[in-house]
């Protein structure tokens, strides 16, 4: 990814099941660069979503690379699988790993690129040692589990003080950032470093335009706004 590019993930736990496939070929024709998917267990959060065999059914609809977010204890268990279904990027979270430089090396030898995910109360610290490991962090901006929360306002500096840290260990690291992600979060988060954005019901999945137009006019609305914050 070149250095000042944004790239957009819409989230499709915030899509409309009952098209889901035409949500899909919107989102393509709109320029959206991979999909999201909020894979949740009921245990790490409250919230139970998706599957491998969601995965997989979306994988026949597109060749758009797919981001498997792993809200999930014991996710090693599980990282195979969702390769195998069709995921190309895995994340999983450093809070539900004992041992998460193994879980990263695995989603490598499986195919995929790792990331590792952090909630808001958890310290960057705890990512110290694991940086070299991945090719993205997600720093969640609400804690996980439901769409349609507030930002947490400390995710602007941490995702300043990770970039930082990234760019001083001279790593090939990119920010993603998850949760209200809305036009001014998005302008403020891309200027402190963020590279990635999971776009959900706080951006175009509204229901009151079409996703194929609402996606580029998000994409041109950030541009705008990061010149003016």
């Not at 026949?60 to 995921?87: S, W």
């Not at 958890?122 to 993205?136: I, V």
Request: hydrophobic share 45%.
């Amino acid at each position: 990814m070149k250095p000042n590019e944004l790239k957009y993930a819409p989230s499709l736990m915030c899509a409309n099941f009952l098209r889901l496939e035409d949500d899909i070929k919107a989102l393509e024709a709109g320029g959206c660069d991979e999909l999201h998917f909020d894979i949740m267990d009921g245990s790490f959060v409250p919230n139970i979503t998706l599957g491998e065999d969601f995965v997989r059914a979306v994988r026949r609809a597109t060749k758009l690379p797919f981001h498997g977010h792993l809200m999930i204890q014991h996710p090693e268990r599980y990282v195979n699988r969702f390769v195998d279904a069709g995921c190309t990027i895995v994340s999983i979270h450093v809070e539900a790993c004992i041992h998460a430089h193994r879980v990263l090396d695995q989603i490598r030898a499986a195919g995929a690129s790792p990331c590792i995910a952090i909630n808001p109360a958890t310290p960057l610290t705890k990512l110290e040692f694991l940086l070299d490991k991945a090719d993205r962090v997600l720093v969640m901006t609400v804690d996980p589990g439901f769409a349609g929360q507030r930002i947490i306002n400390g995710a602007y500096e941490r995702v300043k003080i990770l970039r930082e840290n990234i760019e001083y260990r001279k790593l090939k690291v990119d920010i993603e950032v998850d949760g209200n992600i809305d036009i001014q979060n998005a302008a403020i988060l891309a200027n402190l470093g963020a590279r990635v954005f999971v776009l959900g019901s706080s951006s175009i999945f509204k229901g009151n335009g079409s996703l194929e137009k609402s996606l580029p006019e998000f994409r041109s609305a950030v541009d705008l706004r990061r010149q003016q914050v």
